[in-house]
């Protein structure tokens, strides 16, 4: 598919916002699931573009930087398969799969990028110094501008890299990845998936979470009930656990004399409340 010069504008800034984002943590642009899906609605193939958002973001839940290991680049993983399924032209499973599989290849590779971007950051962080014992408010405020501006450029330039390639040369690139490839991807992402998924219940499993867990699981199992029909029930739950939290909290911190130390079956709500 070849995409129009507004499309392809609309494309690197879109990539260029995820590269940002991926410091910033703001609006999360470079979540995969937000940023897949911008792509998909300024190219015109949106639903394609969020099941690959989708399931890319499912595998970024286990990403994570933790001490000096620096987490595969997930912006760039989303920015560069959403395009490259635009490109390629082929919306069906096989070719989100085939997106799919060479995301994470991408990601791992965005790294250098990530490397190279952060050790020029740090020469940024000296003259920063400088110009703050100069006193130089402005100075300061514009190498802070360039620093976030590497970090768009950083998604922004292979995105515009793989959009000049054309479609023809991603088409024939996908096609000449052998099925036994994209089929073990697929599979180890899958995997990366359920690890990714058990570590966030891991973290907000909890006896009043749970239920709750529960409740919704059973509900997505239903059929026809659309996504703003979950939305709704979830809105419902979580105004009634508030609800009952906020009443749980005023009724048991009478008994120690309205002392920080009550305990609502809570953890979460008693450190706020504590608070």
């Known amino acids: 598919m070849q995409l129009n010069a507004i499309q392809i504008i609309l494309v690197v800034l879109v990539s260029f916002l995820a590269g940002m984002e991926g410091i910033l943590d703001e609006f999360h642009f470079h979540q995969p699931v937000i940023a897949c899906t911008l792509i998909g609605l300024v190219t015109g193939h949106l639903i394609p573009c969020v099941i690959l958002g989708g399931t890319l973001q499912m595998v970024a839940l286990g990403w994570a930087n933790i001490g000096a290991a620096v987490a595969p680049d997930v912006a760039l993983a989303s920015v560069a398969s959403s395009i490259i399924l635009v490109l390629g032209g082929d919306f069906d499973a096989k070719g989100i799969n085939s997106a799919f599989a060479v995301a994470i290849p991408l990601a791992v590779a965005g790294l250098l990028l990530t490397i190279l971007v952060r050790t020029i950051s740090t020469g940024i962080v000296h003259i920063m110094d400088r110009a703050a014992e100069q006193g130089s408010f402005r100075k300061i405020?514009?190498?802070?501008?360039?620093?976030?501006?590497?970090?768009?450029?950083?998604?922004?330039?292979?995105?515009?890299?793989?959009?000049?390639?054309?479609?023809?040369?991603?088409?024939?690139?996908?096609?000449?990845?052998?099925?036994?490839?994209?089929?073990?991807?697929?599979?180890?992402?899958?995997?990366?998936?359920?690890?990714?998924?058990?570590?966030?219940?891991?973290?907000?499993?909890?006896?009043?979470?749970?239920?709750?867990?529960?409740?919704?699981?059973?509900?997505?199992?239903?059929?026809?009930?659309?996504?703003?029909?979950?939305?709704?029930?979830?809105?419902?739950?979580?105004?009634?656990?508030?609800?009952?939290?906020?009443?749980?909290?005023?009724?048991?911190?009478?008994?120690?004399?309205?002392?920080?130390?009550?305990?609502?079956?809570?953890?979460?709500?008693?450190?706020?409340?504590?608070?």
């Open 141 to 275: 405020e514009m190498w802070q501008y360039i620093a976030i501006c590497l970090q768009g450029l950083r998604i922004a330039i292979p995105a515009a890299m793989i959009l000049a390639v054309g479609a023809g040369p991603v088409k024939a690139l996908l096609h000449m990845m052998p099925k036994t490839l994209t089929d073990g991807l697929a599979i180890g992402g899958g995997m990366v998936v359920a690890v990714g998924y058990a570590m966030v219940i891991n973290m907000m499993a909890s006896r009043e979470v749970w239920p709750f867990f529960a409740i919704g699981f059973v509900l997505a199992a239903i059929d026809k009930l659309t996504l703003i029909g979950l939305g709704a029930i979830g809105l419902s739950l979580a105004l009634i656990y508030l609800k009952l939290e906020k009443s749980g909290g005023s009724g048991s911190g009478s008994g120690d004399g309205g002392a920080g130390g009550s305990n609502t079956g809570d953890p979460v709500g008693d450190i706020i409340d504590n608070y």
